[in-house]
């Protein structure tokens, strides 16, 4: 039960927005990981391949976030709490932290498979081709040549995800994670000053938005293609 | 191009194996057929001319004979190795082999002209950091680039950007280097540096199969030229039998038309 002194509430409010920050970093990464393979698959993998990450895909696009933080919160998370218990002999916790971290990855993962499939899609299919052509392996081809042009095509378009995830990270305090809502949510109820709260909270966010969306836009900036602009990218290409 | 006599290739050796014998390959696209049973045969140190309509099947071939797209039927043997046993895994080291020069020269947007040249020989052959920037600054050399190593190939011409990627197949050390239309995307201009590099290759005794419309040059410089149509292949010969005026050739028909569309 935090103090009512404002030192204690701001302590409160800002331990919450780095956990904010940590989830929404940690689902970023998730979706990274989980996505960018789905993508490849989704590009140059076998039709069974390609079939069973567009079930992936709808089933996520399909379900609101909201829905699917309780499907795995009180379903999920008892399966694997049950496995692992039985697996390492004694009761394990999963906490709503990293419950909500798995379900805003795994949701991010079909978003950003998707354009991540995009930007692969977007580059010059001779590319894939050269590299093969010099005796790379389709592994190698993929990390070495398509992946680091793909993801530097892709930044926007994470932005986009960023922002959008940030805001959805707000539901998380339904599952008691102790994020900025969950801790806002907590000073309303001692307090009973709702607009000024949510406001603040509001701010936050903002905030949070601002910053991100900032360093990603630096991020954009510092992995430019030297001479690759909107103009260089016409001149290059003037007999296709 | 004045000295014909410096960029003839020798005659194939009576007995010794080819380089690449393609043994009847076929390939259907799309429900049409691209290629029908087509046969050829290079030896060491010759230099090969793939001619004919667009639609004709030649870049087909040429994805073919590098397994960048799987022949229906047929198989293609790099000095007596079937491209076919080699299986997904070997046939990276098979391609390593055969380096390929395409009309849109395809270098890697996000990497300087150096590491274009030094990324396979790092990737692949597992060369140390170092010396693969030292051999890639050698074969950029070679083609008239080393001043431009440190630029992106959205900073280089054309021609330039041909260049590079000629070293970036040289440096693989092929045994045969294809060739799709080198110079076709390239302004007039910049033809003539492409095709002095690919003539030095030839002088240097490279094995070569180009598919090219140049025929002034290609004349010059090839023992025979392969004229195909409809996925096959329908005269070969050297170029002095197939191209010579009043000779009742196939190839003779389109390489006039050619000369009045182009001027050259």
Redesign the interface.
Known sequence: MPDSSLIEAAIYIVKGTGLTVALIVGAMLLGLVVGLPMAAVQVYGPRWGRFLVSVYVWFFRGIPILVLLFIFYFGLRIIVENLLASALGHRVTIPPFAATVTTLGLTSAAYQSQFFKGAILSLHPGQYQAALSLGFSRTAALTGVILPQALRVAIPAWANEYSILLKDSALAYVLGTLEIMARIKHMVATTHQHVPFYILAGAIYYALTFLGLRALGRLERRTRIPGLGQDADLEAKPND | MTDPSVYGTPAPPGGDPPILEVSHVSKTLGGRLILDDVSLSLWKGQLKVLIGPSGGGKSTLLKCI?F?TIPDGGDVFLQGQSAREMGQ?NI??F??E???I?Q?F?????LTARENVA??LR???RVPRDKARARAMEELDKVGLADKAD?????LS?GQKQRV?IA??MA?EPKLMLLDEPTS??DPQLISEVLSVIADLARGGMTMLMVTHQIGFARHLTSEIIFMEDGRVVEQGPPGVLLDEGAASRTSFFCSHLTELTGR
Do not use: E, T
């Not at chain 2, 395809?106 to 996000?110: G, I, K, Q, V």
């Not at chain 2, 630029?151 to 900073?155: H, K, N, S």
């Open positions: 590098h960048l895994r990276c080291a391609r390593q055969i380096g390929m395409f849109d395809n270098l890697f947007d996000h990324i396979a990737k692949v052959k630029l992106y190939p959205a900073q054309g990627s970036r197949a693989m995307a390239l």
